[in-house]
């Protein structure tokens, strides 16, 4: 599912590729989700990892507690860690978190304890959007930052950063282009 942000109210739908819909060919293990009132900017060039210009989308989470979220479901989350995803040259930032109500999430409070008490997620969910696309024909997508996730406060300053790309969007102060902002 996607959040269809070129549509009036941006609804929930199902992601297509080529006018078909979009199937993965192997599972997601874990919820991902989206941030609301966050925005990669495709304006701004990001130094940090490698002069990547956002993706034009809300920022992404992938939540890796042990429940599964239904469609639609918002979670109350604690923010972990970041990924820097680059996806054909795009900044498709990957915030790596936990559901509040999660029975580990007293535990894990920072990126170096996901390892601890999820072992092989972080790997994983790298490998995941590492090679989701190539069976599409398109190459593997890269990460920046040394290919290491950041740490919780990192992750902070990404949604802090995001989130004030959003204001200026919807105070018009940067052109809304094929976004809908209705």
């Known amino acids: 599912m996607e959040v269809a942000t070129d549509e009036p109210f941006t609804p929930i739908k199902q ?5 078909k819909l979009h199937y993965y060919s192997y599972n997601i ?19 940090e990892v ?9 920022v992404d989470v992938v939540e890796i ?3 599964r979220g239904e469609i639609g479901e918002i979670l ?3 923010p972990l860690g970041a990924l820097a995803m680059i996806d054909e040259g795009e900044l498709d930032w ?7 109500d999660d029975p580990k999430a007293t535990l894990v409070n920072d990126i170096d304890y996901v390892e601890k008490h999820f072992p092989g997620t972080l790997t994983a969910i790298r490998d995941w959007f590492k090679d989701y696309k190539i069976l599409d024909g398109k190459p ?7 290919n290491k996730a950041a740490n919780k406060d990192y992750a902070l300053k990404v949604i802090k950063e995001t989130n004030e790309s959003w204001l200026k969007l ?13």
């Open 170 to 182: 919807v105070k018009r102060s940067i052109p809304a282009n094929d976004l809908s902002l209705v």
């Open 15 to 19: 992601d297509t590729n080529k006018g």
């Open 76 to 78: 109350k989350i604690k």
């Open 140 to 146: 593997a997508n890269k990460f920046g930052l040394g």
């Open 94 to 100: 990957k915030i790596v978190a936990i559901s509040l």
């Open 50 to 58: 490698d002069g990547a210009f956002g993706d034009n989308d809300l």
């Open 29 to 47: 293990n874990w919820n991902y989700g989206l941030l609301p009132q966050t925005w990669e900017d495709p304006s701004f060039a990001n130094n």
């Open 65 to 67: 507690g042990e429940r």
